[in-house]
T-cell receptor, first 113, second 112 residues
């Protein structure tokens, strides 16, 4: 059974803190993604990675960075958390190819106070 | 602009009834369209994938249709169950970049 696991279901952090969101997949997928999901806006792409040590900016990368030191792990970093980064964060992974399915983690609901 | 619009935004139906969710897109070039189901507090899970040449595809009580000419898709749920209560997200893949464009989702509530 394929699995994408995010390290936390719920997080509460203070403004200005550095926050790490971890994502691990066990499917040997090359491609990994970080999205945020907000009501009425759908999923928006923050960063993605096509391979180890590779990263590309998505549509809303400001205030975020990522790390992919190992194929199975993709970390999202909030350098200095702000209240407007309160959101649901979803990690996904998939194989390369036009019709491959993206598998999502269960999400991390982050609240910045 | 590449966009995916879903309607209705939310829907309440009685258990056992059928319903249809709509998705209109302006994505070009088109690669494929997926419907995802997202239970509350969970990540989305794929229900179906539609490519350009496919008109209809079923997955149990879920049937997706695609009209590539009008750039519309629908998801029909037959004999709804309480477990169908979820958000349903339409996702279109851009052909040349592989980027996914997400709709805002339709929230379905099935009441007993």
């Amino acid at each position: 059974d394929v699995k994408v696991t995010q390290s936390s279901r719920y997080l509460v952090k203070r403004t200005g803190e550095k926050v790490f969101l971890e994502c691990v997949q066990d499917m040997d997928h090359e491609n990994m993604f970080w999205y945020r999901q907000d009501p009425g806006l759908g999923l928006r792409l923050i960063y993605f990675s096509y391979d180890v040590k590779m990263k590309e900016k998505g549509d809303i990368p400001e205030g975020y960075s990522v790390s992919r030191e190992k194929k199975e792990r993709f970390s999202l970093i909030l350098e200095s958390a702000s209240t407007n980064q309160t959101s649901m964060y979803l990690c996904a992974s998939r194989l390369p190819g036009p019709d491959t399915e993206a598998f999502f983690g269960q999400g991390t609901r982050l609240t910045v106070v | 602009k590449n966009q995916v619009e879903q309607s209705p935004q939310s829907l309440i139906i009685l258990e056992g009834k059928n319903c249809t969710l709509q998705c209109n897109y302006t994505v070009s070039p088109f690669s494929n369209l997926r419907w995802y189901k997202q239970d509350t507090g969970r990540g989305p899970v794929s229900l179906t994938i539609m490519t350009f040449s496919e008109n209809t595809k079923s997955n149990g009580r879920y049937t997706a249709t695609l009209d590539a000419d009008t750039k519309q898709s629908s998801l029909h749920i037959t004999a709804s169950q309480l477990s169908d209560s979820a958000s349903y997200i339409c996702v279109v893949r851009i052909g040349n970049t592989g980027k996914l464009i997400f709709g805002q989702g339709t929230t379905l509530q099935v009441k007993p």
